[in-house]
């Protein structure tokens, strides 16, 4: 099934089937399963079931491409673009001419498998871990027995003896590979997890709590206020994600405005009414990003889309109101990783 709308901003969008988003139009940050992007711009997103998708402004037009099960695993190595390990299921769409060619058609139901293969040949060729593909197989394994048995009580020792006649150590493999232990990876599922509770049922704590595996209610609260910096209670209070309130829009399309003449923290949190230590904890909180953060972004991009349009690096330095055009240099080559002439190339 194949669907095209514009996106409400704040709004939840549930996972319910393996789907392809394809982001056609649109600026700003994307939430996905409480975690904000930034970076998703020309790119093709794959989300698993269970999984949400928020936008954070309201100009985002996206296609959604829904799979069937059927479509899906026949091959394992389908996995990589779904099982997500410290970031999401990216396909560089502008490296992936097959990926193109099936995106630029409006009806893709003969074709589902071949996008597939050609997005998941594209995620082997971009080969993010730097791992062979039995590597990967055995990483990808690790991912699906902790999103099965998180909540009982998996552990490493107790993952690990999955693998005893695997040539492989799986403590090393995942951390010298994808740069995370296991251990913390079976503790980012069940935050992930307590936290899709507590957010989007009505079940009290407790009963939250149990269901998750911890024997103690009390010990869920500590465990979480630790790693979440808020108790159950306050992050359920905080997030209501059937509220659409208006502050992450409006604070956007500030940063839209402006961001070319005014850099400063203060100039926002006065045009917001707030302190500049009350807006950027609510940035913070909100959006999983620092103000400073969002004011870079803007920076970043409308720069990427000068230098695209053939605009001088001098030109681009001095509309976006940095004194020198070496400073503006610089400040690209550190956010985006070469410099702006080479971008530009």
């Not at 009806?107 to 993010?128: A, C, G, K, R, Y």
């Not at 807006?279 to 720069?303: C, D, H, P, T």
């Amino acid at each position: 099934m194949v669907s095209k709308f514009t996106a409400e901003i704040n709004k939840v969008y549930f996972i319910n089937q393996y789907t392809l988003v394809h982001i056609l139009e649109g600026s700003g940050n994307i939430q996905v399963d409480f975690k904000n992007y930034s970076d998703w711009e020309d790119k093709i997103i794959y989300l698993n079931k269970g999984q949400y998708i928020k936008f954070m402004s309201d100009n985002f037009i996206v296609r959604f491409i829904e799979f069937s099960d059927e479509v899906m695993f026949n091959s394992k190595d389908v996995r990589v673009l779904f099982k997500h390990l410290v970031s999401l299921g990216y396909i560089n769409f502008n490296d992936c001419k097959d990926c193109k060619q099936f995106l630029s058609s409006t009806t893709f139901n003969d074709n589902m498998h071949s996008l597939i293969d050609v997005s998941t040949e594209q995620w082997f060729w971009q080969n993010p871990f730097g791992a062979t593909k039995d590597e990967y197989q055995i990483i990808f394994d690790i991912k699906d027995i902790i999103d099965k048995e998180y909540s009982e009580q998996i552990n490493v020792k107790k993952l690990s003896d999955y693998f005893t006649n695997s040539k492989y150590n799986v403590k090393h493999l995942m951390k010298n590979r994808v740069g995370i232990t296991i251990s913390n990876l079976i503790r980012k599922k069940h935050i992930d997890e307590n936290k899709k509770e507590l957010a989007f049922t009505d079940k009290s704590i407790k009963e939250i709590a149990y269901e998750q595996g911890y024997k103690d209610p009390a010990y869920f609260n500590r465990f979480f206020k630790k790693k979440v910096g808020q108790t159950p209670k306050e992050f359920r209070d905080n997030f209501d994600y059937q509220r659409r309130d208006q502050f992450s829009q409006n604070l956007l399309e500030l940063i839209q405005l402006f961001h070319k003449e005014q850099h400063s923290l203060g100039f926002y949190a006065d045009r917001m009414n707030m302190s500049v230590n009350t807006l950027s904890k609510k940035v913070k909180f909100k959006m999983n990003l620092s103000l400073g953060q969002m004011i870079r972004y803007e920076l970043i991009n409308s720069a990427k889309k000068m230098l695209s349009e053939k605009v001088t690096v001098k030109e681009v330095a001095y509309t976006l109101g940095f004194e020198e055009p070496n400073n503006f240099s610089s400040f690209f080559s550190k956010y985006v990783g070469i410099s702006p002439s080479s971008y530009a190339k």
